[in-house]
């Protein structure tokens, strides 16, 4: 398989870097706190997987790393800025589902975020521009693994097709900042560590930090570099919102290196 | 035997079964007609099929006596422009309208209520208001229809522009869109097929504004007709005009469809 690292598509910002600081951060809606004090420091090109229950926050967090969502109190930072309050091509995104546009073929869908880049007001590339934009699409679909779906719609692949293409969609703009909510959470076992094999060489092949949702706790140990586990640390039986959650573990996991390395073994 | 729900027609038996309603018309209109034949011979209520058929002929192939026109088609073109004009008026109006309420938050805050209480209105009570300050010609006619066809397709295509995922906008702005782009991009084109099956549900509305319109001030078209010779009680002008309108609208209705085919396949894919 090709590596990503070929594909020449530029990034907006003119940071490369994306360190992430949240500093005392709480989210409450009304009376129902849902995160209270997370702390956190995130080097660049670390690879954070997220694991805890359900409804403990960890999609508010995530949200709030995408901009959807604002801290009600405290503050993120990425590179020691404060972060802009809505979705931009800083921050790219994989959801379980939804996130792809049915209406484009698969090549379409991944030339969107180099249309959007370099066509203000049509959004839609011409002439030598589009070929230039099709020859990076294609190669891009080619190394993922998606050559021969290229004029398929999206309902027209399988599920884990669909989440491979949603992340080569989300590539194409070089993000500083990759966020996947749960990505592989509604696919077969063995679908599921081709894909790890796909974000792993993503991963490695472009500069970006990766933060990650999971259900699966093996999934979580077996990807990150860092693992963060969200969890309530008080209960009030009589009200349940009183309290939200934290992060209560933060593990190290393998370093960066060693992922890479571990990867060129499991590709060779 | 399997039981009433598990049986499926064949595809040659849901052809036969889908023309036996009208087959069944037919030859009651057929028996009935004759009977009132036979009793009188001057009966204007249910005119045989050979009365019919000299009438039609007369009305679709020989000149009308006074204007020099052939009255059929005269009225087809007159009403079909009408309802032409005033659907791609409509549709325009909709689209622009309602993705704007749909999508943009502040827009949908100004317009939803406003349009919400618009097509409250009964457009036939506003009719004699479009005619006194339109006037008695085509503008008022085509504003009737619009008025009435317009804020359903609006209120239509909002509330779909809203149910798009807050998944696809949200990837949408990460790959870089503006809020233009967005539109343009990823709602228009999703929206395009719900326009055309909106438009399909709103044909019905449009007919019904555009005789009313044409049955109260008009000098030709296809409503003006049957109210025209409704004084003479000339069931065999109005019974092949009902069928031809009918046919009209069905064939409308399809082509919409056709089109919704053609042009946006992934959206049956989808289904």
């Known amino acids: ?268 | 035997m399997r039981r009433l729900v598990n049986r499926h027609p064949g595809r040659g038996g849901a052809w036969a079964l889908g023309a036996l309603p009208f087959i069944i018309l037919a030859f009651v209109y057929v028996i009935a007609s004759n009977l009132r034949f036979a009793a009188n011979p001057d009966d204007k209520l249910l005119p045989t099929p050979s009365v019919i058929a000299e009438t039609v002929k007369q009305y679709t192939v020989e000149e009308d006596r006074r204007s020099g026109e052939i009255l059929l088609w005269l009225d087809t073109w007159a009403s079909l422009e009408r309802i032409l004009m005033a659907l791609a008026i409509s549709a325009a109006i909709g689209m622009v309208f309602g993705v704007a309420t749909g999508v943009i938050p502040l827009v949908r805050a100004t317009l939803a209520p406003f349009v919400a209480a618009l097509s409250m209105i009964p457009p036939l009570a506003i009719l004699p208001i479009l005619f006194i300050v339109l006037g008695l010609g085509e503008v008022a006619k085509i504003a009737l229809i619009v008025i009435g066809v317009a804020p359903v397709i609006i209120r239509d295509l909002a509330l779909r522009a809203g149910e798009l995922p807050q998944e696809q906008l949200i990837k949408a702005q990460t790959l870089g869109a503006s809020t233009w782009q967005l539109i343009v991009r990823v709602v228009l084109p999703q929206i395009w097929p719900r326009l055309i099956d909106s438009l399909r549900l709103t044909l019905g509305a449009a007919w019904l504004f555009l005789i009313a319109a044409e049955a109260i001030a008009s000098t030709e078209g296809l409503g003006y007709r049957i109210f025209l010779v409704r004084r003479y009680l000339a069931m065999d002008v109005i019974l092949p005009y009902v069928v031809w309108i009918t046919a009209l609208a069905f064939a409308m209705d399809w082509l919409l469809r056709w089109i919704r085919s053609r042009a946006c396949p992934w959206a049956e894919m989808a289904r």
Request: aromatic share 6%; charged share 25%.
């Open chain 1, 1 to 268: 398989m090709d590596s990503l690292a070929g594909v020449p598509v530029g990034r907006d910002g003119a940071l490369t870097m994306a360190r992430v600081i949240a500093k005392n951060v709480w989210k409450t809606y009304g009376d129902h706190v849902v995160l209270e004090n997370v702390n956190l420091d995130v080097a660049d090109r670390e690879f954070v997987t997220i694991v805890g229950a359900s409804g403990c926050g960890k999609t508010t967090f995530l949200k709030m790393l995408l901009g959807m969502e604002t801290p009600s109190k405290g503050q993120i930072l990425i590179d020691d800025k404060p972060i802009v309050p809505e979705p931009n091509a800083d921050r790219g995104i994989v959801f379980q589902r939804y996130s792809l546009f049915p209406h484009l073929t698969v090549l379409e869908n991944v030339m969107l975020g180099l249309e959007f880049e370099r066509s203000a007001l049509l959004g839609k590339l011409f002439g030598a521009s589009r070929r230039n934009a099709l020859a990076n699409a294609t190669k891009l679909l080619e190394s993922i693994g998606l050559g021969s779906a290229r004029d398929k719609y999206p309902a027209q692949l399988s599920g884990g097709m669909q989440q491979r293409l949603s992340i080569a969609q989300s590539v194409i703009r070089r993000p500083k900042i990759l966020l996947l909510d749960e990505p592989f959470g509604a696919l077969d076992p063995g679908i599921t560590l081709d894909l790890h094999k796909l974000i792993l060489e993503v991963w490695a092949a472009n500069e970006m930090t990766i933060f990650m949702i999971t259900h699966d706790i093996k999934e979580s140990f077996q990807l990150g570099t860092r693992l963060l586990v969200f969890d309530k640390v008080r209960h009030d039986p009589q009200a349940p919102d009183a309290y939200g959650a934290r992060v209560t573990y933060d593990l190290k996991l393998k370093p960066r290196a060693e992922r890479a390395a571990a990867l060129e073994a499991l590709t060779a």
